[in-house]
């Protein structure tokens, strides 16, 4: 069983920067695929961006690209979310997933793939 709770969303101008952070539970953090999708009102849950458990790979909604980084901080329990050039159309409400993974460097863009959610964080960019 993994906890997540996501933190550092909030208000930021288009161009501005956030960094969204994610602390699993457990002791086997290093396990785990790792996910961020986002669902704007009205809209469905998207994926953004994924990295798989050792860190070595990393995948990428095609519109943030250049823009967003995944990091993972294994000794922390914690991945990461780096957020720059934000435009208003980021705007949603962000969550990270967990996925036990067989395999150090396979990303899951699919968020069928994920069994473990946190209840998100807010990110509303202001044009």
């Known amino acids: 069983q993994v906890q997540l709770v996501e933190s550092g969303g909030g208000l930021a101008q288009a161009g501005g920067s956030l960094r969204l952070s994610c602390a699993a539970s457990g002791r086997t953090f290093s396990s785990y695929a790792m996910g961020w999708f986002r669902q704007a009102p009205g809209k469905e849950r998207e994926f953004v961006a994924a990295i798989s458990r050792s860190g070595g790979s990393t995948s990428y909604l095609d519109s943030v690209k250049g823009r967003f980084t995944v990091a993972r901080d294994n000794a922390k329990n914690t991945v990461y979310l780096q957020m720059n050039s934000l435009k208003p159309e980021d705007t949603a409400v962000y969550y990270c997933?967990?996925?036990?993974?067989?395999?150090?460097?396979?990303?899951?863009?699919?968020?069928?793939?994920?069994?473990?959610w946190g209840q998100g964080t807010q990110v509303t960019v202001s044009s």
């Open positions: 997933a967990a996925h036990a993974s067989h395999f150090d460097n396979v990303c899951y863009s699919r968020g069928a793939s994920y069994e473990y």
